[in-house]
């Protein structure tokens, strides 16, 4: 099938299997395809991306705070509460997206400054920076990799228990993203739920967590600390301000940033066309192809292109998002078949993988290893 104008690839040619043999092109060839002003870092550029999204941010709370209960009526109220929250956790979805440039130090070319503005944006929506900035460059690393990449590490047949084959069919599907889309970030950093299985419990908030090796161990204690703070904090507000107020201001956004944070994560990494690699297959550049980007409509300019540019963050994490886009397209003529997009309207997409992507197994009479999702238990 071929390519619509800008070489996307149409919802129904995505389907088709990602190759998977190992390229014909190296990680120095995409390298040479970028404009070398792709992998230059504005500190002005990114202090700018993040000043207007905290400004719109707190022109939403002004609005709110100041004229919703004081000029519209019962239920109306509610309503645009409802409608606040929805757009106020969309623009933090976009702050949450610059914290996240710090992870890779593709915020300036300064670590400090990285690191003190991560651990500012993060802690303020109850994420310990360092934590996840460790975990977090581990799945990077890893990608792909069934033994060894860090999260959505996917269930094989066997796995498979009895509660989820209950669970599959339309009802089912759509209260296991919702419960997901609800509680899963909160859940993985508590927990590692969903995250590589280690031999003993694991947790981003314990220093001692294998996650860690023991020199990262201080740098845990002070994301902790920080997200204390940020709770002692909200424990005042609530105090001050009751519970109902601090729920409609920063909790509802919260849970919408969770939301759209785990949606993207999962949509960018899951899909019928990628394959999964063993220890013997898996290598890094293959790994790092096997993300697909996806088209978010206005969102992705809200999002500062995290969902549309994601091939290219994975190969290239240091390239800041304002340019994530051109360097995408400068790497499509290299990448050729091994780019990875889908223009499924989002709904339709996670209703689709959650019924196609149940587990992974190799093909009948395949040896490599190399595993697809598979829907038939």
Sequence with gaps: MSDPP????????????????????TIGDLKKAIPAHCFEKSLVTSFRYLIQDLLMAYALYYVATNYIDQYLPSPVNYLAWAAYIA???????GAWVVGHECDHDAFSNYNWINDLV???????????YFSWKISHRRHHANTQSLEN????????????????????????RVLVWLTTLLIGFPLYLMFNVSGHKYERWTSHY???????????????????????????????????????????????????????????????????SL????????????????????DYGILNKVFH???????????????????????????????????????TPILKAMYREMKECIYVE????????VYWYRSQF
């Design 6 to 25: 800008g070489g996307k690839k149409t919802a129904a040619g995505a389907l088709k299997r990602a190759p998977h043999e190992k390229p014909p092109f």
């Design 118 to 128: 991560g651990l500012v944006v993060h802690s303020s929506l109850l994420v310990p």
């Design 206 to 272: 314990d220093p001692h967590s294998p996650l860690y090796s023991d020199r990262e161990r201080k740098e845990i204690i002070i994301s902790d600390i920080a997200i204390l703070a940020v709770i002692y904090g909200l424990y005042k507000l609530v105090l001050a301000k009751g519970f109902a107020w601090v729920f409609f201001v920063y909790g509802g956004p919260l849970l919408v940033v969770n939301g759209w944070f785990v949606l993207i994560t999962i949509l960018n990494h899951t899909h019928p």
């Design 362 to 369: 190799k093909d009948e009479g395949e040896t490599k290893g």
């Design 305 to 343: 292109n995290v969902c549309n540019a994601h091939v290219c963050h994975h190969i290239f994490s240091m390239i800041p998002h304002y340019h994530g886009l051109e360097a995408t397209e400068a790497m499509k003529p290299i990448l050729g078949e091994y780019y990875q997009y889908d223009g």
């Design 87 to 93: 757009v106020q956790g969309c623009v933090l979805t």
């Design 149 to 172: 990449d860090e999260v959505y590490v996917p269930r094989f047949k066997s796995n498979i228990r009895n509660y989820y084959k209950l669970l599959n069919n339309p009802p089912g």
């Design 275 to 294: 394959p999964y690699y063993d220890s013997t297959e898996w290598d890094w550049l293959r790994g790092a192809l096997c993300t697909v980007d996806r």
